[in-house]
T-cell receptor
Framework: DTGVSQNPRHKITKRGQNVTFRCDPI?????LYWYRQTLGQGPEFLTY????????KSRLLSDRFSAERPKGSFSTLEIQRTEQGDSAMYLC???????????FGPGTRLTVL | DQQVKQNSPSLSVQEGRISILNCDYT??????FLWYKKYPAEGPTFLIS?????DKNEDGRFTVFLNKSAKHLSLHIVPSQPGDSAVYFC?????????????FGGGTRLMVKP
């Protein structure tokens, strides 16, 4: 069990650029979640996948955000036309279906200049 | 509206003493509660959880208490150690809903002084 991994760990970009983050969940976990954490706040739910199906999206996920999990394994989160308000830590978590505990990766810290 | 609140942004405790972190929730549909610990530049690490059918769960130095009528839970750490210094988040989920997404509180920074 190698844990949840996320890449890159840090990303600095200019406003208006597109960015993509990757999450590799724990191998036998078929649920994958994305959360966003801003300074001084707790993580906020963005979206989740059951295998390759995206089953729930938060209203925080504007149309500039898109997430995929094409083969039910790793997932990508893309932000188009980044804005300074997108600066945050983007966290990925995974769990087995029916399990109540989610295990988090180290996060990707995005800074939009 | 914040459905999960941690009203103390920080807590300072002497090594060896008890640390008590508190959490309140408003959504009566929440039926599973978790505590996570977070160090800077790392993701949250799962500590301990409790189902709404229980009022206490213990794991080593960590005990979580749930008071459903008050919609309140607390995490007790005994004895506290300097390595426990971190930000602690409580989280809740409604297992009857799809996906079990977690709703987090704002966190409490615990500092354990040697």
């Amino acid at each position: 069990d190698t844990g949840v991994s996320q890449n890159p760990r840090h990303k600095i970009t200019k406003r208006g650029q597109n960015v993509t983050f990757r999450c590799d969940p724990i191998s036998e976990h078929n649920r994958l979640y994305w959360y966003r954490q801003t300074l001084g706040q707790g993580p906020e739910f963005l979206t989740y996948f059951q295998n390759e199906a995206q089953l729930e999206k938060s209203r925080l996920l504007s149309d500039r955000f898109s997430a995929e999990r094409p083969k039910g394994s790793f997932s990508t989160l893309e932000i188009q036309r980044t804005e300074q308000g997108d600066s945050a830590m983007y966290l990925c978590a995974s769990s087995r279906t029916g399990a109540d505990t989610q295990y988090f990766g180290p996060g990707t810290r995005l800074t939009v200049l | 509206d914040q459905q999960v609140k941690q009203n103390s942004p920080s807590l300072s405790v002497q090594e060896g003493r008890i640390s008590i972190l508190n959490c309140d929730y408003t959504n009566s549909m929440f039926d599973y509660f978790l505590w996570y610990k977070k160090y800077p530049a790392e993701g949250p690490t799962f500590l301990i959880s409790i189902s709404s059918i229980k009022d206490k769960n213990e794991d080593g130095r960590f005990t979580v208490f749930l008071n459903k009528s008050a919609k309140h839970l607390s995490l007790h750490i005994v004895p506290s150690q300097p390595g426990d210094s971190a930000v602690y988040f409580c989280a809740a989920s409604d297992r009857s809903g799809a996906g079990n997404m977690l709703t987090f509180g704002g966190g409490t920074r615990l500092m354990v002084k040697p």
